[in-house]
């Protein structure tokens, strides 16, 4: 309904095509530079889903972060080709093609923040892997990474159903599978980044201030995910975790869809927010 023109929102929005790339720039006001700009790629286990579904949780968070104090917050929603149409690496070239688009506006890569849910964070856990295999990694690399759910490990056997949540493990595998391409990108880290057991391979991949970990704890994805956040820990890269009881997989973003009151419908939403308060000051 916003995109045909029913519904108005008095935050900015706009799609953009780049050479490979396609995705939304949402920002407060269009006519000032940005002071913190969330690069955003979406979940939906590389088959399904669009930055276009996610897009009242955007300009929600848009909204959050102008209420959070930063001056002129913008987001930049990735959206990259799914599988059958693509499999890895089209879609990480794609991410780091939107990523590079966003610094290019920003100028200082500490005032990104990369952000993403499930496949989405996927990707962007890959991305970071990606830069720091670069030269200039250092000036490259983003202030904060805010993660929901992510996708570590794309076939584990320690991904087991749970009582509640909605993901199968067996059909997460065939998802895996499909993106992967091939048995041999299963083990490649910059595919499936949560094999990466090079510690500090992980410490340049970190962004300067770190990780923000929202997950439930019902998740079929939390053996690995646990493993991975210990992992880091133990080779010194700061991550904040917040691990809802009782929740399932990717819960911030169906509290928006499910959810009744305002503030339940934000709850995780502005938890990140406020993690990102914290480490990216206001200018």
């Not at 993403?116 to 670069?134: E, P, V, Y």
């Not at 250092?138 to 202030?143: A, D, K, L, V």
Request: some cysteine; proline content about 5%.
């Amino acid at each position: 309904m916003l995109r045909q023109g029913y519904l108005k929102s008095p935050i900015t929005w706009r799609e953009i095509t780049l050479k490979n790339v396609h995705g939304l720039w949402i920002i407060f006001d269009p006519y000032q530079k940005p002071d913190i700009v969330i690069y955003h790629c979406h979940g939906g286990g590389f088959s399904m889903g669009s930055c276009y579904f996610y897009l009242e949780f955007l300009l929600a968070w848009v909204s959050l972060l102008k209420e959070a104090g930063y001056r002129n917050p913008a987001i930049f929603s990735l959206e990259y080709t799914l599988v059958p149409d693509a499999v890895y690496p089209a879609q990480l070239e794609q991410t780091v093609t939107g990523y590079e688009y966003v610094r290019k506006i920003v100028g200082d890569s500490s005032r990104i923040c990369v952000g993403g849910d499930s496949a989405g964070a996927t990707l962007i856990l890959s991305l970071l892997l990606h830069i720091a295999k670069q030269p200039d990694y250092e000036i490259r690399r983003p202030g904060y990474a805010t993660l929901i759910s992510p996708w570590t490990t794309l076939f584990s056997t320690q991904n087991r159903n749970t009582a509640s949540d909605f993901l199968d493990a067996n059909q997460l595998h065939l998802y895996a599978r499909q993106y992967a391409g091939s048995e041999d990108n299963l083990n490649n880290p910059l595919a499936s980044p949560g094999i990466c057991k090079d510690g500090a391979w992980w410490a340049k991949a970190s962004p300067s201030k770190g990780y923000c970990i929202l997950y439930g704890s019902e998740e079929v994805l939390g053996p690995e995910l646990r493993d991975l956040i210990a992992f880091w820990r133990k080779n010194g890269c700061a991550v904040s975790v917040r691990e809802e009881t009782g929740a399932i997989h990717a819960w911030p973003i169906a509290s928006m869809f499910l959810c009744d009151t305002q503030a339940e419908r934000q709850k995780g939403l502005t938890d990140v927010v406020q993690r990102i308060r914290q480490v990216i000051e206001i200018e």
